[in-house]
């Protein structure tokens, strides 16, 4: 960040959730800004004739989209990027950013974006967070924005009861154990009536964590019930306790520590439901590409009895997976592109289900799926930009949009999640 400062106006969000104004020298993205307001402005980065910026006030017009109370922690804390949104208005704002993002190479999807429902969320919805843990000034929290600095977070309004009302005593429980940096894995069921949480080298830092540095079970607070080490790679090192939680859905779940799964508290039975719904009776196979511990593969087989090939290539995720549905083939450690170049003449009567990482699909996925063309593919997006490049590229090859919506999963940013289902005629 330089000293360097602007008053300009906001004209409106864009893909990433920043204002975009113009100013002499070019297009300025700013963060904390929203449409209508003329604000001040500070560098945090130039390239080129692109400069990106954080607000520092605003001048005139405060727009009625901007919460007049904000979080305590906003401008300081890097956990969201949103704390400045109303909560009522947020849902809807994030259709358009997502459409923003689609761009105009996609000018049809972005408009579908646009207009999609949104199914909004409370706040207080993470179950599942990485806090990060500096000795030295005894602070457990997320990393200051822009930097690798640890703030406090009491009162944080994303986290849930369970893990806010932790937060003091693990700091305690660390202080007397931890005494270098590390990051700490949080994840909870569904009720926050069990945790677990697990020790991980920091980004940087030393990758070395000893044993000695888990606090013990009897200074660990309630409900944890169990404490572990991480590598780097989700290489589990027991300590004490149970390794996992079960999320209570129509089909429990196993899920161990450090694994991924969809972490709002309150929208995931809906998920659950509405993949379900989506996905219908007919028991055609399915094969999810993105498998995790099996979450989406559930509410499919919820929707009927049904045969299931799941792809997870990260090794913690699919040993979950492997115990959440025993009997059925799970490629453990493949990718969905290794997994599609080994397996070919698959039936066309089937249902895809993809749920990729924010860089979405792999140009070779994308090409291996239009090449195999089964009937539907359910695309589930944590990224409207590379989603509509995705969707686009099939839409290119045959498909056809037959359902689409955006889902909040992540409050208080700018993130949303696109729900979506293809099907080739």
Request: charged share 20%; glycine share 10%.
């Amino acid at each position: 960040m330089t000293d360097e400062r602007a008053v300009l106006r906001i004209e409106k969000l864009v893909g990433g959730g920043a204002g975009l104004a113009h100013g002499p020298d070019g297009a300025w993205f700013i963060r904390g800004a929203l449409p209508g307001e003329l604000v001040q402005a500070v560098v945090t980065k130039r390239a080129g004739r692109v400069t990106h910026a954080m607000t520092l006030g605003v001048v005139e017009d405060p727009s009625p989209l901007r919460d007049p109370a904000p979080c305590p922690h906003a401008g300081t804390c890097g956990g969201c990027d949103w704390p400045h949104v109303r909560a009522d208005r947020e849902a809807n704002l994030k259709a358009d950013v997502a459409a923003e993002a689609a761009g105009k190479k996609r000018g049809r999807l972005a408009e579908a974006l646009r207009a999609a429902p949104v199914t909004p969320s409370p706040r207080a919805y993470r179950l599942r967070a990485r806090l990060h843990w500096d000795p030295g000034r005894r602070c457990l929290g997320f990393y200051r924005a822009r930097s690798r600095e640890a703030v406090s977070i009491e009162g944080c309004r994303i986290l849930s009861p369970t893990m806010l009302a932790a937060l003091e005593p693990l700091g305690e429980a660390l202080a007397g154990a931890c005494p270098q940096p590390a990051d700490v894995e949080w994840l909870e069921n569904l009720d926050g009536s069990a945790a677990i949480a697990a020790l991980r080298p920091s980004k940087g830092g030393d990758g070395h964590l000893r044993r000695s540095w888990v606090p013990a079970r009897t200074d660990a607070p309630s409900p944890l019930v169990g404490f572990h080490l991480l590598s780097r790679s989700g290489r589990l090192r027991p300590v004490w306790g149970t390794a996992h939680v079960m999320m209570q859905l129509p089909k429990p779940l196993v899920v161990p520590v450090g694994s991924f799964f969809q972490g709002n508290r309150h929208l995931v039975p809906w998920l659950f439901r509405r993949v379900t719904e989506l996905v219908g009776p007919t028991p055609v196979p399915v094969w999810d590409l993105h498998a995790g511990v099996g979450f989406l593969a559930a509410a499919a087989l919820e929707a009927a009895p049904r045969p299931l090939t799941l792809v997870e290539s990260y090794g913690p995720a699919s040993v979950g997976a492997a115990s959440n549905f025993p009997g059925v083939d799970v490629f453990g450690g493949w990718t969905a592109e290794e997994y599609l170049q080994r397996h070919t003449g698959l039936p066309r009567e089937a249902l895809v289900i993809t749920d990729p990482p924010r860089s979405g699909l792999s140009p070779m996925l994308s090409r291996r799926l239009a090449e195999w063309r089964p009937d539907r593919i359910l695309m589930l997006g944590c990224d409207p930009a590379t989603w509509a490049r995705d969707a686009g590229f099939l839409l290119d090859h045959g498909y056809t949009l037959t359902h689409l919506e955006l889902v909040d999963l992540f409050p208080t940013t700018h993130h949303v999640e696109v729900l979506a289902m293809l099907e080739s005629p």
